[in-house]
């Protein structure tokens, strides 16, 4: 099974910071990599498909790379309301699907 | 507008079974896998597996093989999932999420906390 380490577990940053969250796949998976936004107490929300493409209606200082075993996730100037966990996700070809451990994000 | 509405939070006993239900409107049913995801408290996102409604076919998580079933009844547009054989560590809140295609899980339900205790 591919296992996917997503790091910093958690990250503090200041308003206007560009914050940046790596997923890194223990093999290859070419762009099948997604990222959610989870905030307190709600269901996730799709942010980036297929590594680098914006979901419709998500604000443009979101964005994603990478792809074989590395990956990356950038907030580029960082707002109030960014404050949430992200995960990263894995799918194959089946399709079955990997969550990473998350990463918490708060305002310093 | 599109949304997926789950039941409400249930108790149950070690070693019942629990079955949650997630009904779609706002788009054609029969057009989108179903899948199903669970949070621990403080926890993670887990995937369990999905459904697709047209076809019936499931692919489940290795971790849930054996304790998960995936149904659905089209003429009202519902989604369940069923995990029999609960335990205290079964503890979490469940989601229901549509996937769009290969596209990620665009819309998800809101969540039903399912409680095991005795």
């Known amino acids: 099974d591919i296992q996917m380490t997503q790091s910093p577990s958690s990250l503090s940053a200041s308003v206007g910071d560009r914050v940046s969250i790596t997923c890194q796949a223990s093999q290859d998976i070419s762009n099948y990599l997604n990222w959610y936004q989870q905030k307190a107490g709600k269901a996730p929300k799709l942010l980036i498909y297929?590594?680098?493409d914006l979901e419709t209606g998500v604000p443009s200082r979101f964005s994603g790379n990478g792809s074989g075993t590395d990956f990356t996730f950038t907030i580029s100037s960082l707002q109030p309301e960014d404050i949430a966990t992200y995960y990263c996700?894995?799918?194959?070809?089946?399709?079955?699907?990997?969550f990473g451990q998350g990463t918490k994000l708060e305002i310093k | 507008q599109v949304q997926l509405v789950q039941s409400g939070a249930d108790v149950k006993k070690p070693g019942a079974s629990v079955k949650v239900s997630c009904k779609a409107s706002g788009y054609t049913f029969t057009s989108y896998d179903i899948n199903w995801v669970r949070q621990a408290t403080g926890q993670g996102l887990e995937w369990m597996g999905w459904m697709n409604p047209n076809r019936g076919n499931t692919v489940y998580a290795q971790k849930f093989q054996g304790r998960v079933n995936m149904t659905s009844n089209t003429s009202i547009r519902t989604a369940y999932m069923e995990l029999s054989s609960l335990r205290s560590e079964d503890t979490a809140v469940y989601y229901c999420?549509?996937?769009?295609?290969?596209?990620?899980?665009?819309?998800w339900g809101h969540g039903t906390m399912v409680t095991v205790s005795s």
């Open positions: 999420a549509r996937a769009d295609g290969f596209f990620g899980f665009d819309i």
């Open positions: 996700q894995h799918y194959d070809n089946l399709p079955r699907y990997t």
């Open positions: 297929d590594a680098s």
